[in-house]
């Protein structure tokens, strides 16, 4: 059995639901940048241009979810479950309006799970 990178929380799933029947197609980044911190941001899907120095780590809830390989090469050995919290984020993640933001919380791989870890490949690459 293959061992997810990145997972969802039933609340951010319900989140995603409501954004999803405003916006279409959805799609999740998380670029540590200076300006959007280390958050998750949701876009509709197509609106963030990827590039070779993004890289896919999985789906959640039918959405991609790619971080930028600076970040990858830091949170790589951790799962990541996307959830949501009240208060208002400082970026242009499309739940920001609600009152809400998108949060990670993250947790070591086992050794075990470390050998049964999902591919991943770069944003650039074809799958």
Not at 56 to 83: E, N, P, R
């Amino acid at each position: 059995m293959m061992t997810e990178r990145v997972l969802v929380s039933e609340d951010a799933m319900k989140i995603i639901d409501q954004l999803r029947k405003e916006h279409g197609e959805l799609m999740f980044h998380q670029s540590g940048g200076c300006c959007d911190g280390s958050s998750p941001m949701c876009f509709p899907k197509g609106e963030l241009m990827l590039n070779e120095t993004d890289v896919w780590l999985g789906a959640i809830h039918d959405c991609d979810f790619y971080m930028s390989k600076d970040q990858f090469d830091y949170w790589q050995h951790t799962q990541l479950t996307v959830d949501v919290t009240k208060g208002r984020g400082s970026s242009f993640s499309l739940e920001i309006p609600m009152g809400i933001r998108f949060v990670i919380k993250s947790r070591m791989f086992t050794d075990q799970e470390r050998e049964h870890l999902t591919p991943i490949h770069l944003a650039s690459e074809e799958v």
